[in-house]
């Protein structure tokens, strides 16, 4: 069982997230969206049988306006295109406006912290409608289990926490999920379909939704033989409800390809943070 860690993380609601994502999409349209050069007049259109009829309108009060003829078409196209570029940029800049409002308003860290700015003898009397994150992640963490034992005379490797592994490419791993703060427990038994009891190199905790992901690292990629183990594990994985890149992390290498500390970071802030 591995020892304590200590998460440093500020945990942060995923749809904070999600929003701010929304608002950087929402203002690169913006900034695409070119400044029409002006052009006066208003557009009128008519439809005759299956054709349309293009009609600028300059004049207060003139209802009808001046017929604009096939060869006039771009000046159609010029007051068409600069008409849709103001509504689109007016919905873009609501919305962008819609979305700081809430950012502004939304504090998610509020109910935990109805609950611990409560009197330490008032807490201790009330059950609150959702475990604090530090709490959860403390328990979490705590939870009693027995990993895959160590053979004997095997290599020993030790993380940064002084959590046991079995190679240097678990160190690496290990090492940056404490990092950026993500809770692991280091070969839980997880039980999958076909299969029995696996103990997934890591299961990691997402603090910021409370799901779990587990990651496994497949090593020896150059031998085939274990190749093709790791690629009926990976099948068994998906067959108990594991899908890749969502609650599931694979990592690999290769005698001539090592382990990317790149590769890792990016797979955390992805899908851990």
Not at 6 to 31: M, V, W, Y
Not at 118 to 134: F, M, Q, S, T
Not at 158 to 165: D, F, L, S
Request: with cysteine; hydrophobic share 35%; glycine share 6%.
């Amino acid at each position: 069982m591995q020892k304590t860690q200590t998460s440093h993380n500020t945990f942060t609601d995923p749809l904070i997230g999600e929003l701010q994502k929304r608002k950087s999409q929402l203002q690169a349209l913006l900034s695409h969206i070119p400044n029409s050069k002006p052009t006066n007049g208003n557009l009128r259109i008519d439809k005759c049988r299956q054709s349309y009829q293009y009609y600028v309108v300059t004049e207060k009060g003139d209802t009808k306006g001046t017929y604009l003829r096939r060869k006039d078409l771009r000046r159609a196209k010029a007051l068409a295109q600069r008409d849709y570029n103001n509504a689109a940029a007016a919905v873009i800049e609501n919305q962008l406006a819609t979305i700081d409002t809430f950012l502004e308003a939304f504090h998610p860290e509020a109910l935990d912290q109805a609950f611990a700015s409560l009197h330490p003898g008032r807490r201790a009397l009330v059950a609150p409608v959702r475990e604090p994150d530090g709490d959860f992640v403390a328990a979490w963490q705590h939870t009693p289990y027995t990993g895959k034992p160590f053979e004997i005379n095997a290599p020993e490797f030790y993380t940064g926490t002084g959590v046991r592994v079995r190679s240097k490419s678990e160190v690496i791993i290990a090492d940056a999920l404490s990092r950026a703060g993500i809770p692991y427990r280091y070969e839980y038994p997880t039980s999958v379909k076909g299969w029995g009891t696996l103990y997934p190199d890591f299961t990691c905790l997402r603090p910021s939704t409370r799901d779990e992901i587990i990651w496994e690292h497949f090593g020896l990629m150059g031998d085939s033989d274990y190749a093709e183990n790791a690629i009926q594990k990976i099948a068994h994985y998906v067959a108990s409800g594991y899908t890749l890149g969502k609650n599931f992390v694979a990592t690999f290498e290769s005698g001539n390809t090592p382990l990317s500390l790149k590769q890792v970071e990016s797979y955390i802030k992805s899908l851990l943070t």
